[in-house]
């Protein structure tokens, strides 16, 4: 497996449209902010920078995942490529469910995913 960020999230702050703040569990301090469209992810281990996505409109959620967005971080690793999942709750602003699918692996492995549970400050 290449050199890529594994999250183990102490504190996750997501930020958004409507200045909403979210603590998940874990071990790495990341802040998340997003609104129309876009996403900014600050913190993710393997990033000299931030990471910034814009909303995949070709995602198409399974039935048990309707109404969820997922974001492509474009700027998160050299080669593969790293969603943000944010579910309908996290979406709309509420707590929610944050996935973070990286397939950054250059050695042809499977992504992997990494699952958070938010709650509103």
């Known amino acids: 497996m290449s050199k890529f960020f594994i999250l183990a999230l102490g504190l996750l702050s997501i930020t958004a449209a ?25 913190g993710l281990d393997g990033t000299t920078g931030p990471a910034h996505g814009d909303l995949d409109s070709s995602y ?11 974001y492509e971080l474009t700027d998160a690793c050299d080669e593969g490529t790293v969603y943000a999942i944010l579910d309908k709750k996290l979406s709309e602003g509420k707590s929610g469910q944050l996935t973070v699918e990286n397939a950054c692996d250059t050695d042809g492995g499977a992504p992997s995913f990494n699952a958070y549970s938010c709650t509103i400050e």
Do not use: M
């Open 18 to 42: 409507q200045a909403a703040t979210y603590k998940c569990s874990g071990g790495v301090e990341l802040s998340v902010s997003f609104s129309e469209g876009k996403l900014k992810v600050d």
């Open 60 to 70: 198409k959620p399974r039935a048990d995942h309707e109404g969820s967005t997922r």
